[in-house]
């Protein structure tokens, strides 16, 4: 584990902090009638709370604080929410939200234990999210009640999910409800959490294989210059960037998912609305998606513990926009959607294939205490590799079954298999002449119809 002292944020030898008896420092709030641009390292005023990130004891690694209320103490880069700050930026114009206004987390303490976990102390393990993030009235109560303004960045409940896939895997006796994981409705009962990314520039920097400096740099040349502090405070290590966060939903114990002797089935899903939500057929998400539920299901039924972790990363991080003219590139091509040119279509769009990386992505595993999974429902050789390098066995990789593939999604899976994804028993022989001759849907895009070319307002 990396020592603390070298990652702490410390306030400059000349300032003295106000602090009171029990070692908590005094807040003090800023008068939100004026817009500062940036703070800089030496500014007058300048005294951000001290974080040592990955020390396990949460006073001594210091609260995360990235509220407008405190910006002399401030200690990370951001706004808490991610890209819905700016929604709260619109409630405030519109008279709706009082700017001073501070959360009432009273009755919004988890409904269920996670961690601590000796993982929760190693930056190599968890650097994209705050593991203490949703003990924030627990852990952090003595500075709530001196008036801090600490919002939590991970939320904890129970519920019940209701799918029309579960339903009908009831129905035709996959399924067999049992009253405590599965209602005789159909409806499945989860634990779940909700994580907001709170990054750790040092690690995150490590693990895409450069400088701070340059990711830095990077992020802030690639977001416009919205946030200088990027460069102007190297002091403060800790960014809120504004993204989609993830979801965590586990089917039976979550204290079980530590025990390694304990059956686990898991599946990391990347965010795909066409797909999840509307049902579109052109990929296997929602395909991909229910059949884990269905096997963490089964697996919480036969004692063990299934997790589905739900990433929003749409269009492999690259938007639904991108997506979207990606898809009419594939469908327009000469030859058409055919899986040979799959991969080669996002990269004339987008300029690269894939922008998920999966470098962050085993960070919730480790905040739940994961060390082996039994059963994971992914094809994903990048999924596979990440989660693996950082520690965790993988036992069985599963694959989507056959008939759960919709027929316009044969390019895609075709494309992923010859490319390198794990085949399973499944897709084994898919070779180059599968690859050539595997094509998907047509659509009439540009108005051509008995061969004729109709008029149109389609720009190519």
């Known amino acids: 584990m990396s020592n603390p002292a070298s990652n702490s944020t410390t306030a400059p030898p000349s300032k ?30 300048v005294d951000p709370i001290p974080i040592s990130w990955g020390h396990p004891d949460p006073l001594v690694r210091g609260p995360v604080i990235c509220t407008v209320r405190h910006s002399s103490q401030r200690n990370a880069i951001g706004a808490h929410s991610g890209s819905y700050c700016i929604y709260t930026g619109l ?31 190693d930056p190599k393990k968890i650097s994209s999210i705050d593991p203490f993030g949703h003990l924030i009235t627990n852990v952090y109560g003595g500075y709530l009640d001196k008036g801090f303004d600490i919002r939590p960045t991970i939320a904890v409940t129970k519920a019940h999910i209701d ?19 599965l209602l005789e409705s159909g409806q499945s009962i989860v ?53 989609g966060g993830l979801t965590i939903y586990i089917w039976g114990d979550p204290d079980t998912i530590p025990d390694e002797d304990i059956e686990l089935t898991c599946r990391v899903h990347d965010e795909c609305n066409g797909s999840d939500v509307f049902g579109s057929d052109i990929c296997t998400c929602r395909p991909y998606l229910t059949h884990a539920i269905e096997e963490c299901i089964k697996t919480a039924q036969r004692g063990g513990a299934g997790i589905v972790i739900y990433y929003r990363k749409e269009g492999r991080s ?47 595993l ?27 066995e993988i036992v069985n990789r599963v694959e989507i079954p056959k008939e759960l593939v919709p027929d316009d999604a044969q390019v895609e899976i075709t494309a992923k298999v010859f490319h390198g994804y794990n085949a399973g028993k499944a897709y084994q022989g898919i070779d180059e002449k599968e690859l050539k001759k595997t094509v998907g849907r047509e659509y009439d895009y540009d108005g051509k119809a008995n061969g004729e070319k109709k008029d149109t307002n389609v720009i190519e």
């Not at 922008?355 to 919730?364: G, N, V, Y």
């Not at 994903?380 to 590799?385: A, C, I, L, Q």
Request: contains cysteine; charged residues 20%; hydrophobic residues 35%.
């Open 191 to 243: 634990s779940k959490a909700a994580i907001e990314p709170v990054w750790y520039l040092p690690e995150i920097a490590r693990r895409f294989g450069c400088t701070e400096s340059v990711l830095r740099q990077s992020i802030f040349r690639m977001t416009n210059g919205m946030y200088p502090e990027l460069i102007t405070r190297p002091d403060i290590k800790i960014f809120l960037p504004p993204i």
């Open 163 to 181: 799918l029309p896939e579960t339903r009908e895997a009831v129905a035709l006796g996959r399924l067999v409800p049992d009253g405590k994981i």
């Open 366 to 392: 480790h905040f739940l205490g994961v060390t082996k999974i039994h059963n994971f429902i992914s094809m994903s050789d990048m999924k596979y590799n990440a989660i693996v390098s950082t520690g965790i």
């Open 91 to 121: 409630a405030v114009a519109a008279g709706k939200l009082n700017p001073d206004y501070v959360p009432n987390l009273k009755l919004t303490s988890p409904v269920f234990n996670i961690g601590p976990h000796k993982s929760w102390s």
């Open 16 to 45: 003295k902090r106000k602090e009171s008896t029990d070692s908590i420092p005094v807040p003090e709030f800023t008068q939100l009638d004026y817009v500062n641009l940036t703070s800089h390292t030496d500014a007058f005023g």
């Open 318 to 364: 690259l938007g639904e926009v991108t997506k979207y003219l990606v898809y009419n590139t594939r469908k327009r091509q000469e030859g058409g959607d055919s899986a040979e040119n799959y991969f080669a279509c996002t990269e004339k769009v987008a300029g690269v294939q894939d922008t998920r990386f999966q470098a962050l992505m085993p960070d919730p």
